[in-house]
């Protein structure tokens, strides 16, 4: 190894740089450790230039700290240690290493001194003490050993002189004179600033020895000697302020006495700052105990009194009765409360909240542009370029990417939010450095959910994160209206805003796949993760503690552990080391800060460690008790909260208005059949009316659970499911004991204020659309799109396809003749063909009469069960769809599923119909394009053969079975929260009051 000693202040990186272009490997961490380690093992004081006690240390190091410099001693020859300290430590070193090289780099020491006044604030004295002190105990301590002296003034004026000098020292070590170009251009003409004025005549006896090459050998007979075998009696008188001539005899001694007083007084101070600092810590503590406590308090009373006034308005909104509890009542009460809402519902609300017409969804053309602000905070994430990359890539051109580099934590956030409050941008969104975007509709879709929703500043959607394996809420948008003060920003969490819940939009499920937090960390980058998240679990830098913070970040630390076990990646490791070490406290807030070398400097040994290493390290500290208790207290419920949090979805009721074959229903049941096979319990609930006294099961699906209200009101249930909009079953969600909320939309645009009244009066945790063409009328929830589904096992392509016949065959589903089905313009559209000469017959099924005055041939199938429409699908040459409006077209996806080419619009069939790929794809309410797809089918039997075996292949991935997972793995990703629900089921309450509900 090769080591460098040089004083602080003393050009030691400038010196390392020219060995590193010689082909060496610098290192500063490894030796910096150590020597930490060594200094603060002197009297427990790591101020260096202060450093009695520290030649009992050197003379007889802990024998850790021996074995903490024997493993940092790098393999390689060619590998350089620098760092100031070495001249003092340098025994340390030189017992463990094996024939170490030692090149002694001299600077003016005004120069050195200068340097470290500018730079840090230290007193020019002092530094010039450093000096002399730092280069006796350079001389002194390699004294016998092979080296070299490098003067800076040379460094500077003849690098490449000294590149040759240092080759030919280190020669034999493998250096290699490749870069002496680079060296070059190194060179600095431009003479330093120095002064001798400043100097003791020691210091400028020593400066000049080395100046003119003459080495004080450290013998006897060496004028240098004396004080080079003991420097830090020097470094004692040095302390004092120093001054051109000492002078001698009794002022002399006096100015020594002087000086080591001075010393043992500072080592007092220092002491006495120490135990203060612990005593105000304790203090802090206990004080931020008490707000915690007293705080606790306050919640309590104002829970109660929220508790109390709610039960006293709901009790005079029943009629006098003494007392309704406001959030679980009793299950009569419930019962009753429900009947109460389905009642409202039909007598005013229905009419009240469908007397305005929906709008479809008109896209980005229809709604006010939004220019978009990208905000990346850089801090050397290994991640950094992907990041870049797939922002570059995102479709949406109202957008710009701003990024800030190399700012500490609290700063780089102040700073993003300060540029974005100037700009002319109306949205950000933040995407760190450390995440990268899987779709290039990112940014699209989230300005989708601002147009769309312009109640909202905030936008939180979880993405997938490398170290738990599952969602993390990783990215926030806020819109330029959002409530910001880099006054009152938080120092630890750092996004933190106390945006009102009703301005705030958390989505968990329906971005998780367009986004990846981490997907390479770094090693060090997965430490410095682990660490921030336990800082944020200690939070002893807040000024109240928040037990809900803590728990989320001992569950997900709690997860990566869990991942750690199953994969054994060894940066899933050094996060949950990181995180246990900072449980104990032994990190500061300061430390988190890219900017802030220390916590790269203390990784330095950790990064030596394997797999197992690690995992012991690990498993001993979670085996340990904290110092803080309060904290100790959430880290004991580490298991329980994860347990929550992962918790199987096992049980589902759903509820539905009834349970006959048109509305959708048939859905559910299939997804009760599917259910059942993953091993979750799936019960459709009805409430009692003069239809429903008594409970049983449909004669086609003999194997679904079918219950009363009666009978599962009162029971646990992991999740309450609701799809229907048109019955009021939506509103008595919230009597329900179920962990998560689901609301289901079956629906597109023209029902839509329905839907939006009845979900802004239950809050449900989470939203599935049923199709993309349904998710996209209601953007501004952020669904989750679960399409589907069709049964394949039924509907499937015949044995043996039937030669077309002598007029055309063209399918129709009527669907009981109501307007969004547009089965008016399925008949203009076979008028016309007619009209044309094109030889057609028109074939319908349906549950009701048809009676039609039409010129051409049409044959009614009534209604029909799930086999015969199979065989009507398989008999027809074209299936025509002409809905205006829809959630998802089960005829269309029965019809491509059964290998019928395919007329349709785009109502409930985007995810699966698409355009001369699938299906004709044709305008809504567009007759003349119904005729015009027609014909192409009719004229191009090629063209209809290759839509529909490209349309069987299609729809294959929307069986009931891929929904029935799709959907369970979107209600698991839902992150159930029982006490958030139970408030929020008591604010429904109070909103259903409102309504008249009573």
Known sequence: MII????????????AHVLRLLGCRVE?????????????????????????????????????????????????????????????TLPVWHSVADSPAYVVLHRHPFAAADTLRREEGVPLSAGLAMWQLSMLSALHHSRGAARLLVRHDDLR?????????????????????????????????????????QLTRAQLDLHEAFRERRWPLVDDDDPFGLLA?????????????????????????????????????????VRARQS?????????????????????????????????????????????????????????????????????????????????????????????????????????????????????????????????????????????????????????IKVDADMVLTSPDFVERIVRVFQANPGIDLLSVAILDFFSGGPIQGINAYRKTVEWSNERQDSLFTDHTQVPSRKRLVVWPTFLRDAVHAPNPSPFQAFHFGVHRGLKTLQLSSARYHAARAEEQLAYLEKTWDHFQLRRELRLGLACLGFELALTGCYSLEQLDYTNPSLRESFAPIDQLDVDRVEAAVVELRSRRLQFEHVQRVRDKRRELVAQHQAPVQAIVALLPHT??????????????????LGVRFVIAQPENRETQVAGTRSDYPDVEVKLYSEVIDQEWDVVLCGDAFGGVMLTMPLFRAKVMAVYLLNGWGRSPLNHAQIAAVNPDVIIANSSYSAAQYVGYAPTVVPGGVDLETFRPPPQRRPRGPRLKIGAYPGRRKPSKRFEDTLEACESLHARGVPLELHAFDQGPLHLDVKFPVVFHGALQKERVREFFWDMDVMVCAEEDGGWSN???????????????????????????????????????????IERLYRDP??????????????????????????????QDARPDPEGRAVKNALALERLAALGVR
């Open 942 to 971: 090629e063209l209809a053969e290759r839509l529909r075996i490209a349309g069987l292949a299609r729809i294959r991935g929307f069986g009931w079975p891929q929904v029935a997972r799709d959907l369970l793995d979107a209600l």
């Open 157 to 197: 004026r003849d690098p490449l002189g000294v590149a040759r000098a240092l080759h030919e020292f280190l020669g034999a070590r493998g250096t290699t004179l490749a870069s002496l170009d680079e060296i070059g251009t190194t060179a600095r003409d431009e003479p330093e600033r120095t002064s001798d004025a």
């Open 229 to 269: 075998k003991d420097p830090l009696l020097l470094m004692r008188r040095a302390n004092e302020a120093a001054r051109p001539d000492h002078g001698s005899g009794v002022a002399s001694e006096l100015a020594a006495e002087l000086g080591r007083a001075r010393a043992a007084a500072r080592h007092l101070e």
């Open 891 to 933: 005829p269309a996806a029965e019809a491509m599923a059964s290998g019928t080419p395919l007329v349709c619009t785009d109502a409930g069939t985007i995810d699966y119909a698409i355009h001369e790929e699938t299906a004709i794809v044709v305008p809504r309410r567009d007759p003349a394009a119904i005729v015009a797809g």
């Open 4 to 15: 460098v000693l040089a004083a602080r202040g003393g050009g030691g990186g400038e010196l």
């Open 28 to 88: 500063k961490s490894p030796s910096r450790e150590v020597d930490e380690a060594l200094l603060g093992a002197a009297d427990g004081v790591r101020e260096w230039s202060d450093p009695d006690g520290l030649a009992d240390t050197i003379a007889n190091p802990p024998s850790e700290l021996v074995d903490r410099a024997r493993r940092a001693l790098p393999r390689s020859p060619l590998v350089v240690f620098h760092d100031p300290r070495l001249c003092l």
């Open 276 to 428: 203060a600092g612990r005593l105000e810590h304790a203090e802090a503590e206990r004080a931020r105990a008490q707000r915690a406590l007293d705080d606790l308090r306050d919640v309590l009373a104002r829970e109660r009194e929220q508790r109390a006034a709610l039960e006293r308005q709901l009790a005079s909104l029943v009629g006098g009765q003494e007392q309704v509890p406001a959030v679980i009542a009793s299950p009569e009460e419930r019962l009753r409360l429900s009947s109460s809402a389905l009642r409202v519902f039909a007598k005013t609300l229905y009419r009240e909240w469908t007397s305005t017409e929906g709008v479809p969804y008109g896209g980005l053309r229809d709604a006010p542009p939004l220019r978009v602000m990208v905000g990346t905070l850089h801090s050397d994430e290994n991640e950094f370029e992907q990041c870049v990359e797939s922002v570059r890539k995102q479709r949406y051109s109202r957008m710009k990417h701003e990024i800030f580099s190399g700012l500490g934590k609290k700063e780089s956030v102040a700073t993003l939010m300060t540029a974005f409050q100037r700009s002319d941008c109306d949205l950000l």
């Open 660 to 677: 006959k074959v048109f509305g959708g229903v048939n859905r559910f049941f299939e997804l009760a059949r599917q259910f059942a096979k």
